[in-house]
């Protein structure tokens, strides 16, 4: 009960923030402008580093954040860790339905200070590359992730999601509570799914049998 009233807690308070974030962020606020402008001046003074951040961005595109965790899934099903799977691919996709709808009702313009180096369509809060890239990276690691590898696994995960966001200010196609909003997103259905799945005993924790010698338990849906 505690538990879940702290899960409760905190998603409440991720979609306060979120709320907050598209209330006040964009064109309007001095923090974003300030600091779009001088990632745009860094941005032209180190054409290296844009690269870099070109490529890490391509890094969060949709064949990836969509394809990386329908091959996960397939790989969790012909493990027979169907469950597993089911949840995993319900988790990002429904994430992204949400990061979709709340593009349209925001509408918020991205910047436009100036040409950016990559493309970008849709409206600008929440990122979906912070979003999408989060939500499907730790899912990934939070799912397939031996028990003993799960933590660091997790971890690695969610330190490349921060790396391809970060990229989004830096081109200039996002405000920073762009990127903020998709991670409020994110972590939203994160902390819902590991929730679901600790709750249906989905993610096992390894233990040990004493039967001759000390083996890793199967983990198992």
């Known amino acids: 009960m505690k538990i879940r009233g702290a899960l409760l807690a905190a998603i409440l308070g991720l979609l306060l923030l979120l709320l907050l974030l598209g209330s006040v962020g964009g064109a309007g606020n001095a923090w ?4 779009v402008e001088a990632l745009g001046r860094l941005r032209h003074a180190e ?6 951040a070109i490529l890490l961005t391509g890094i969060g595109s949709v064949y990836s954040t ?5 091959a996960a899934a397939i790989g969790l099903a012909a ?3 169907r469950q ?7 988790t ?8 979709d709808v709340i593009k349209a009702l925001i509408n918020r313009p991205r910047p436009a200070f100036d040409l950016h180096p990559v493309s970008a369509a ?5 990122s979906g590359h912070a979003a999408n890239s989060m939500t499907a ?4 690691a939070m799912f397939v992730a031996p028990p003993r590898f799960r933590r660091p696994a997790i971890a690695f995960a969610g330190a490349a999601a921060v790396a391809i966001a970060l990229t989004r200010p830096f081109l200039g196609v996002h405000w920073p509570s762009d990127t903020l909003g998709g991670w409020a997103v994110s972590a939203m259905f994160l902390l819902a799914a590991r929730q679901f799945a600790a709750r249906q005993g989905l993610l096992a924790q390894e233990k040990h049998q004493i039967v001759a010698r000390h083996r890793p338990a199967l983990d198992q849906d």
């Open 79 to 81: 493990a027979g860790l």
């Open 92 to 99: 990002v996709l429904v994430e992204r339905l949400t990061v």
């Open 122 to 126: 849709s409206a600008s809060f929440p």
């Open 47 to 52: 054409p290296g580093l844009t690269e870099v």
């Open 32 to 35: 974003d402008v300030a600091i």
């Open 137 to 140: 990276f730790v899912a990934i």
């Open 84 to 90: 597993r799977a089911a949840l995993l691919i319900a």
């Open 66 to 70: 969509v394809g990386l965790p329908i």
